[in-house]
């Protein structure tokens, strides 16, 4: 069977049938806007460990949701970068944390895909329970709008063929991740060799295309919002199957004769499974409260995070993480990997 057949049939209904219709879909399911702290918890500030650097889009989200629970709550959140490993760095440090409830996790899909690939690694809907997940997304491909080696995405693949495996693209993955799946994919399809260099830190992945050090970058596009804005990237190919509206110049992987299901980006909030549950239970509404706020809904239209539904409240994020492990593990298998 081939990848993008078995993917066809499993990895699209994980995210149930996500389309451009869903922009309008929000509704926020939270809606009283207070609630009694447990035993007066929290009676200090939270921490928030979060797997990348503050600029890549884990970064912008975990201070967007930090700045709700606190507008909410007044609990204040400390944000504490642990980038490195693709997120197993993040995770590593959030599993030695104590338990009590004052540490939280911002987390991504790459948890589920670690889990996927190594039995061993934390699962995120058994040893966290999800608060919250805050965003889905799809990916696109970015140039810089002034490259002149090449336009689009036909030009852009006539060009990396011609360099015979030296053109390079930026992304944040490791072994099995979304990007290095769905690389596979579009290389398979389109039959040409390029090198993903990985960066964990936003700044220098971002950097690295405007510099030109890479040729191209993988990347969702709220997370390069303000290269959008200021006219320095541009999307060539949108990873999604219909044209979302505010792209819809960015042709898809589907009409340049790629027939694979795209793999979409979720963010969320977790605390860890042996945390109180009087606290877990007011750390979940605070969250998923915080997602309703004003100021995260803001946050979340200026980064294309409407344009999918992106809530998910704690067993939404459990029935999307259990759905998307055993897809994941399927399609390595199919990959060759060694599935632990």
């Not at 965003?135 to 709008?145: H, L």
């Not at 541009?234 to 004769?257: C, Q, S, W, Y």
Request: aromatic share 10%; net charge negative; with cysteine.
């Amino acid at each position: 069977m081939q990848l993008r057949n078995l993917v066809s049939a499993t990895a699209v209904a994980s995210f149930m049938a996500l389309s451009v219709s869903a922009a309008n879909a929000f509704e926020c399911k939270v809606k009283e806007a207070s609630m009694d702290k447990p035993g007066g918890f929290p009676d200090r500030a939270l921490t928030m460990i979060v797997p990348y650097g503050p600029a890549g889009g884990s970064g912008q989200v975990a201070a967007a949701m930090a700045e709700a629970v606190t507008e909410l709550t007044g609990a204040s959140i400390n944000r504490d970068h642990k980038s490195g490993g693709s997120g197993t760095v993040g995770m590593t440090a959030y599993m030695a944390a104590p338990t009590d409830g004052y540490t939280v996790l911002e987390h991504i899909d790459d948890a589920s895909s670690a889990h996927a690939l190594d039995s061993s690694r934390p699962h995120p809907a058994e040893d966290l329970i999800p608060l919250v997940t805050s965003q889905v997304t799809f990916s696109q491909i970015y140039i810089r709008t002034n490259e002149t080696r090449y336009t689009d995405w036909p030009s852009f693949v006539a060009w990396v063929k011609a360099q015979n495996g030296k053109a390079t693209i930026a992304n944040v993955s490791k072994e099995g991740s979304m990007e290095r799946v769905t690389m596979k994919f579009i290389t398979d399809a389109t039959d040409m060799t390029i090198q993903q260099i990985s960066f964990d830190k936003g700044a220098p992945r971002y950097g690295a295309l405007l510099g030109g050090q890479v040729d191209a970058l993988f990347e969702q596009p709220g997370d390069v919002r303000k290269f959008l804005d200021s006219g320095d990237f541009k999307p060539i190919l949108t990873i999604f199957n219909e044209r979302p509206g505010v792209f819809a110049d960015v042709p898809t992987h589907r009409e340049m004769g790629m027939d694979f299901e795209p793999l979409l980006r979720f963010r969320g909030f977790y605390v860890h499974k042996d945390a109180p549950a009087d606290r877990v239970e007011w750390l979940q509404w605070a969250f998923q409260r915080g997602y309703c706020q004003d100021s995260y809904q803001k946050f979340n239209e200026s980064k294309f995070m409407t344009v999918i539904d992106s809530y998910r409240d704690t067993q939404g994020s459990i029935e999307l993480i259990n759905t998307t492990i055993p897809q994941y593990r399927e399609v390595y298998k199919q990959m060759g990997l060694n599935v632990k």
